[in-house]
């Protein structure tokens, strides 16, 4: 069973940066897509970035020009950095690995928070 393990969350002061980290337990190369969600607190979770295999990224408009998401095969790895923080990013970040034939498997989560 493949496992995800996101770690980087903290407490940081608005205008700070953060770099997550998502550790797959297995190759990442033929994963079709990858991304990071968010969940503030009394929110649904929602799309914060997106990369496919192709190369492809998505951002929330909210992150547009702030975060921006790699990932590094040889390591298994696939990161988000966040710049210039703010109190709204606060929330849980989960990484997501979405395969072919809509297999889908979530990490456990780390928590951000942005203090104005």
């Known amino acids: 069973q493949v496992q995800l393990v996101e770690s980087g969350g903290g407490l940081v002061q608005a205008g700070g940066s953060l770099r997550l980290s998502c550790v797959v337990s297995?190759?990442?190369?033929?994963?079709?897509?990858m991304g990071w969600y968010r969940q503030g607190p009394g929110k649904q979770r929602d799309i914060v970035a997106r990369?496919?295999?192709?190369?492809?990224?998505y951002y929330a408009d909210s992150v547009k020009g702030r975060f921006t998401i790699s990932r590094d095969n040889a390591k298994n790895t696939l990161y988000l950095q966040m710049n210039n923080l703010k109190s709204e990013d606060t929330g849980a970040y989960y990484c997501?690995?979405?395969?072919?034939?809509?297999?889908?498997?979530w990490g456990q989560g780390t928590l951000v928070t942005v203090s104005s």
């Open positions: 297995e190759s990442i190369v033929s994963i079709n897509t």
């Open positions: 990369l496919t295999v192709r190369g492809d990224t």
């Open positions: 997501l690995a979405a395969y072919t034939g809509n297999r889908q498997v």
